[in-house]
Structure formats: structure tokens, C-alpha cells
């Protein structure tokens, strides 16, 4: 079985408008992201808790 080249296939794709960006507004993400960040951190922490209730 040959394996794939990725960069090969990847190339062959055409230029379109419907990239990432053209779905998602990623400034606003990021500056969404930052108004949580404090609590982002605290989630975070959390998930690695083994017991995340309390």
C-alpha cells in the first residue's frame, strides 16, 4: 500500500473563498477569548482536577 503525500494533494486544491476566515471571525474570537481568559484558566485547572466539583 503506498502512503499519501500530503503536500502533493494539499496542492492540487483550488483558491476559494471558503477558507477558515471565511467562516470565522477570528478577531472577534481572540477578542472574545481575551474577555475570558481569566476564566479559561480556571477551567483549565480544572479539567486536569481529579475532582473537578469542588
Excluded at 503506498?2 to 481572540?30: C, L, M, P, Q
Excluded at 483549565?44 to 473537578?52: A, E, K, T
Amino acid at each position: 500500500m503506498s502512503r499519501r503525500n500530503f503536500d502533493d494533494w494539499f496542492n492540487t486544491f483550488r483558491e476559494s473563498i471558503n477558507g477558515f476566515n471565511y467562516y470565522t471571525d477570528f478577531a472577534k474570537v481572540y477578542e472574545n477569548a481575551e474577555k475570558l481568559k481569566y476564566e479559561l484558566s480556571i477551567l483549565n485547572l480544572l479539567v486536569g482536577s481529579g475532582d473537578i466539583e469542588t
